[in-house]
């Protein structure tokens, strides 16, 4: 029962939105046509201004994997880490630049260790607790084209520490 009545309101959700739009702009006597192509023509241009450091994220992270770099510094710093799975560090070295790239390392650590290990665990909840810190950064300060991001990185790569600790925490404790 109450899953039908979930399906049933997000299949109509969209649809209202789209019409409280339309009618709020017919009774505010908008031009709505207009204002949408206005819209559609702003998205397209900062689609275009980003797409330059887009394509440049893909490339280098594409290159450190093919390369295996990622992996020399897993086994790299998983000796100081004693009985870690290597794997894990470079998914948190390319979480932090890019979100595909990191799903597909996670994909491959569920191949390996399955979903329920420890690796599995600690995996999913850093990938869903951290950000992709300089593709986030790259993207919405090319669009606002802000040059100065005082604490910005600082604090992003904070967050994003904490977020890997509470995982490897919490995955011990499961």
Known sequence: MQTNVMVHLSN??????????IMTGLAQKKNIYQSFTKGAKDGVETVFGILPTLIG????????????????LGKFLGRFLGNFPQELVSLFMVKIVSSSAATGLLLDIYKEYGTDSYAGLVA??????????FYTMSVYFMAVKVTKTRWTLPGALISTM?????SILLAKKM
């Open 124 to 133: 999913s909840l850093a990938v869903s607790s951290t950000e992709t810190v």
């Open 12 to 21: 109509i959700i969209i649809p209202a939105l789209i019409f409280y739009i």
């Open 57 to 72: 994220l893909m490339v280098a992270v594409g290159v450190l994997r093919a390369s295996g770099f990622l992996e020399f």
């Open 162 to 166: 904490a977020g890997i600790l509470a």
